[in-house]
């Protein structure tokens, strides 16, 4: 496990960029953190990493936002998926591809799925708020880390 410190928003999404470069196609992208911690504008900088010019957005309401590319990129939010079931019926396992790297927001409500199924392809990124209000703490596990 690897630990990172960020304070602002760019600097997230500049250590996303250098994450990124050890995190390649067939990879399921696992986050935990509260809302407003920061998952979002990680992915953002994974697609620049990525040389991804899609408009990254939360996929709260969408449950998945498509960003295409090479490597395929898939952007996940499970807030509201609580069990197999509800996993199976967003189709989700039909997005796990050699060609494609999964980005998985509220990961925690899934997680237990995802490690038994694919536990070699699985990175983990916990990101943190301090008592700084820019600050973050960003422990990424898994993979090549």
Request: hydrophobic share 40%.
């Amino acid at each position: 496990m690897q630990e990172f410190v960020t304070h602002s928003e760019a600097q997230t999404m500049s250590l996303a960029a250098s994450v990124c470069q050890r995190i390649g196609a067939g990879s399921i992208v696992l986050f935990s953190g509260e809302m407003g911690a920061g998952k979002t504008a990680f992915v953002r900088g994974a697609l620049q990493a990525y040389g991804n010019g899609a408009f990254v957005s939360s996929p709260t309401f969408a449950l998945v936002n498509d960003y295409g590319g090479s490597p395929h990129i898939y952007h996940f939010d499970m807030y509201r998926v609580q069990d197999a079931d509800d996993l199976y019926s967003t189709g989700f396992f039909d997005y796990v591809r050699e060609d494609s790297i999964l980005f998985i927001e509220w990961s925690e409500n899934i997680r237990s799925f995802i490690e038994d199924a694919y536990a070699s392809n699985v990175v983990s990124i916990d990101i943190r708020k301090t008592e700084n209000e820019n600050e973050r703490i960003i422990s990424v596990s898994g993979g090549a880390f």
